[in-house]
T-cell receptor
Framework: AQTVTQSQPEMSVQEAETVTLSCTYD???????LFWYKQPPSRQMILVIR??????QNATENRFSVNFQKAAKSFSLKISDSQLGDAAMYFC?????????????FGKGTHLIIQP | GAVVSQHPSWVICKSGTSVKIECRSL??????MFWYRQFPKQSLMLMAT?????????EQGVEKDKFLINHASLTLSTLTVTSAHPEDSSFYIC?????????????FGPGTRLTVT
């Protein structure tokens, strides 16, 4: 079974600065997907960024980028120019590349606080 | 596009009663739906996976007789918590996969807060 570990229960950053959230995972599979989801106080899950394991290039979405280290099984999220609206819980998640019936395995989450 | 709704958003029920939660895909056909459970200040845990017209597949440790899942159509899945107890109080989130999209595309509903008194 796959496991996802987020070792930072809480992170705090000044507005406009950069913050990196850590995630490691354990799997015996070679093909899979990794995700970062944001969960604001409304509790609606919002996809931030996705990475396919077969791609060496790190995914980027505007101010959000990842550092994917497949050999180290590490998948960190960097948020640049932090904004107040970025404050939320952030979950790292893993999905097998198998059939369409694979759900997500989530880490425990990191609570991100943005200091004005 | 790709909107998933859940109803109700919040439900309070008495211990021993059953409660049904609906998950609907509003603008796509959901060949697969997933049910997650989230305790306060904790992560999401996959409970079960349902494919339209088939029996749900439950994760280890999830009581299938207690959490009844029905995926009778391509736009609706229901989770029924039978004989609910206070320990079943939690936030239940569904997600749905569009059969026409990539396998990794999964859309989340807004969640349902269940409180059992």
């Amino acid at each position: 079974a796959q496991t996802v570990t987020q070792s930072q229960p809480e992170m705090s950053v000044q507005e406009a600065e950069t913050v990196t959230l850590s995630c490691t995972y354990d799997t015996s599979e070679s093909d899979y997907y990794l995700f970062w989801y944001k969960q604001p106080p409304s509790r609606q899950m919002i996809l931030v960024i996705r990475q396919e394991a077969y791609k060496q290039q790190n995914a980027t979405e505007n101010r959000f980028s990842v550092n994917f280290q497949k050999a180290a099984k590490s998948f960190s999220l960097k948020i640049s120019d932090s904004q107040l609206g970025d404050a939320a819980m952030y979950f790292c998640a893993y999905r097998s590349q198998g059939g369409g019936a694979d759900g997500l395995t989530f880490g425990k989450g990191t609570h991100l606080i943005i200091q004005p | 596009g790709a909107v998933v709704s859940q109803h109700p958003s919040w439900v309070i029920c008495k211990s021993g009663t059953s409660v049904k939660i609906e998950c609907r895909s509003l603008d796509f056909q959901a060949t697969t739906m997933f049910w997650y459970r989230q305790f306060p200040k904790q992560s999401l845990m996959l409970m079960a996976t349902s494919n339209e017209g088939s029996k749900a597949t439950y994760e280890q440790g999830v009581e299938k007789d207690k959490f009844l899942i029905n995926h009778a159509s391509l736009t609706l899945s229901t989770l029924t918590v039978t004989s609910a107890h206070p320990e079943d109080s939690s936030f239940y989130i569904c997600s749905a996969r569009d059969g026409l999209k990539a396998l990794y595309e999964q859309y989340f509903g807004p969640g349902t807060r269940l409180t059992v008194t």
